[in-house]
Nanobody, 115 residues
Framework: QVQLVESGGGLVRPGGSLRLSCSVS????????LEWHRQTPGKQRESVAS???????RYAQFAEGRFLISRDITLNTVDLQMNSLQPDGAGVYYC?????????WGQGTQVTVAS
């Protein structure tokens, strides 16, 4: 069973930064893709950033140029650096990994952007 534990959420002022971290119970290189998703009230969960085992990282439009997804293959973590956060960046952020047809999720961490 794959376990994911997110940390690093919280309250940040508009224009501020946060770094989310996801600790993975298995080697991160085992998975086809490492991902961050977000859910806001009344909306479906959406992709924020993805880091395939091979290939280029991808970002949602609102995250492009401001967010950076990274992985640490020694610590088995997947991080999301979020800069210049605006209210549209708020939500519950979930870490996810893909293995074959299976997707494993973390419990989520809240990000609030407010002055």
């Amino acid at each position: 069973q794959v376990q994911l534990v997110e940390s690093g959420g919280g309250l940040v002022r508009p224009g501020g930064s946060l770094r989310l971290s996801c600790s993975v119970s298995q080697h991160v290189f085992s998975f086809e893709s490492l991902e961050w998703h977000r859910q806001t009230p009344g909306k479906q969960r959406e992709s924020v950033a993805s880091y395939p085992r091979w290939g280029s990282r991808r970002y949602a439009q609102f995250a492009e140029g401001r967010f950076l997804i990274s992985r640490d293959i020694t610590l088995n973590t997947v991080d999301l650096q979020m800069n210049s956060l605006q209210p549209d960046g708020a939500g519950v952020y979930y870490c996810a990994v893909r293995l074959g047809t299976s997707v494993y999720w973390g419990q989520g961490t809240q990000v609030t952007v407010a002055s």
